[in-house]
């Protein structure tokens, strides 16, 4: 079955470059996403990508997509206290549903 | 940007009682979908539900559990004989054009 994988935490100092890694099993995915989830709230998605894609840039955000290792990573630039939430990845098999990842808490350091 | 919304925010039962989960999708959209995030784990796919029938589910979604589009704009998640490991967040979501718009989630507490 589909496993998406990615590190629990993040610890990063106010100004620098974030980088969230992770990796999933189902190389048919056709969509790769990223969601945020702040503290109490629902997940707002934040960027996606098309498997056919290597790299998408949306403002801070870069997500980069290497489809031979399965790994997809969301790179947020200038980090700000603001950032501090939890970023799950997530993949689209199918039109139907995501298979998410444990999420990864980002902690961003004033 | 369009909304899914949820209703209650927050629930409080007790063991063994049935729960009504309310939502209501994004008006143009076709998917509809449950998902539950138990606190502190990952959030996992309950149901799809599609042209007024469930299109997929999940290992999760045995028996006790029912969704339901009783109207043009509600979808509901039931949750009969609520059992204590059924406390989590339950997120709805719809989908248009391969998006996933999730609503706030709806904080289910069993006691």
């Known amino acids: 079955g589909e496993d998406v994988e990615q590190s629990l935490f993040l610890s990063v100092r106010e100004g620098d470059s974030s980088v969230i890694n992770c990796t999933y099993t189902?190389?048919?995915?056709?969509?790769l996403y990223w969601y945020k989830q702040e503290p109490g709230a629902g997940l707002q998605l934040l960027t996606y990508?098309?498997?056919?894609?290597d790299m998408k840039q949306d403002q801070r955000l870069t997500v980069l997509l290497n489809k031979k290792d399965k790994h997809l990573s969301l790179r947020i630039a200038d980090t700000q206290t603001g950032d501090s939430a939890i970023y799950f990845c997530?993949?689209?098999?199918?039109?139907?549903?995501?298979?998410f990842g444990t999420g990864t808490r980002l902690t961003v350091i004033p | 940007e369009p909304e899914v919304t949820q209703t209650p925010s927050h629930q409080v039962t007790q063991m063994g009682q049935e729960v009504i989960l309310r939502c209501v999708p994004i008006?143009?959209?076709?998917?509809f979908y449950w998902y539950r995030q138990i606190l502190g784990q990952k959030v996992e796919f309950l149901v799809s539900?599609?042209?007024?029938?469930?299109?997929?589910k999940s290992e999760i979604f045995d028996d006790q559990f029912s969704v339901e589009r009783p109207d043009g704009s509600n979808f509901t998640l039931k949750i009969r004989s609520t059992k204590l490991e059924d406390s989590a967040m339950y997120f709805c979501?719809?989908?248009?054009?391969?998006?996933?718009?999730f609503g706030e989630g709806s904080r289910l507490t069993v006691l």
């Open positions: 979501a719809s989908s248009g054009q391969q998006r996933l718009f």
């Open positions: 008006s143009n959209h076709l998917y």
């Open positions: 990508i098309f498997s056919n894609m």
């Open positions: 539900f599609y042209n007024n029938e469930i299109s997929e």
């Open positions: 997530a993949e689209s098999p199918g039109a139907n549903n995501l298979f």
């Open positions: 189902d190389s048919s995915s056709t969509y």
